[in-house]
């Protein structure tokens, strides 16, 4: 099978490498000549360090390298069996990508979106065969990350869907399904991971090292949430939440927060420009945490507490099902524990005093508690 990868830039390289290592033929194009070399310099840097590291052999290094094709014209991925779009997150691009891709290709092509916030409804709608269209998501970096969203737009095929499952599979993913709705699973559902953060901050209630350290040493999340948004950086960070917030009509659950903002207009974006919510020069110090159980404890609750709200209202409005939902988190983003699995250890009842305690403190509908919940508590029931 060949296999198109339309945009070579953090995406579109990742995935081109995956393919090819499952034994693709891989054509990889961008408009920009400059990014397909930056690329293929950055494939054969990762390669051989997967080489030296005993990942793989240097033969294998070789094929899967020799099974990358750069192109230069969108004309040649006239035989492939699938196409990735990986480009710019833009619609209007995107959906002229699409209408003049399907010129090229033939009548069975899937044509996928690597799109992490637009709807795959929007862009199937630029095509004269919707039914091909679907949204493939995978998670940076793309050889790394075992997650990869499934996400059908209503036009799609349930032909395209299942195939496409079955191909990411056999190249090692783990696929969850996930309706076409803003943010797919990982990216809604992991919005209070942030948004919850900057909000304690915001209020004065702790500082950024002791929210990192509490989420991360009492919560058992592999960072906290200041350094992962230094690490993803706070203009990308920023960019998705106020999406989603826009896209949910402005839902306050979404609301972005202009501590972010204000990161972000001010050029700290992070680890990338050598300062965010931490500074990264060198022999910068950066504050210590306040390292009290208690105060850590209250911290990492209130953030569970909206993740856990998140994750079931995500399965009260059918966006993907409670396994999927649990595996996303875990392996989209690393969460220690799938959030519907962590809601029943912790008591669905609980839960919901927990969020109705904070409903009636700020009498914000950003803290109302998800309805799922609440049935769930009146009936005694649990996830699993
Ligand atoms: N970076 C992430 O963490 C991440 C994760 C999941 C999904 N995504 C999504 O993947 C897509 C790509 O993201 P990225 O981070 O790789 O971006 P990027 O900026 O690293 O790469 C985009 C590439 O597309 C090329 N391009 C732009 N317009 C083009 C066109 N009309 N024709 C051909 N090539 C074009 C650019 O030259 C560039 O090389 C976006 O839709 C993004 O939302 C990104």
Known sequence: MEVGVFGSGSMGTGIAQVAATAGHDVLLYDNNPDALKRAQEKLLKILNRLVEKDRITDAESKAIFGRIYLVNSRFDFKNCDLVIEAIVENPEVKK??????EDVVSSTTILASNTSS???ASIAAACKKPERVIGIHFFNPAPLMKLVEIIPAVQTSPEVTAKSRDIIESWGKLTVLAKDTPGFIVNRVARPFYGEALRIYEEGLAD??????AMKEIGGFRMGPFTLMDYIGNDINYKVTETVFAAFYYDPRYKPAFTQKRMSEAGWLGRKTGRGFYDYSEGAVNPEPKKSKKAGEQIVWRILLMLINEAADALYLNVASRDDIDTAMEKG????????????????????????????????????????????????????
């Not at 002229?96 to 891709?101: R, T």
């Not at 983003?333 to 809601?343: H, I, S």
């Not at 029943?344 to 109302?368: F, M, P, Q, S, W």
């Not at 049935?375 to 699993?384: H, L």
């Open 208 to 213: 950024i090292p002791t929210i990192d350290w």
């Open 96 to 101: 002229a990508v699409f209408e003049q891709l």
């Open 333 to 384: 983003v690393n969460y220690p524990k799938g959030l519907l699995a962590w809601a029943d250890e912790k008591g669905i009842k609980k839960v919901v005093k927990g969020l109705d305690a904070l409903h009636n403190e700020y009498l914000e509908d950003r803290y109302r508690c998800s309805p799922l919940l609440r049935r769930m508590a009146r009936d005694g029931k649990t996830f699993y």
């Open 118 to 120: 637009l709807s795959i």
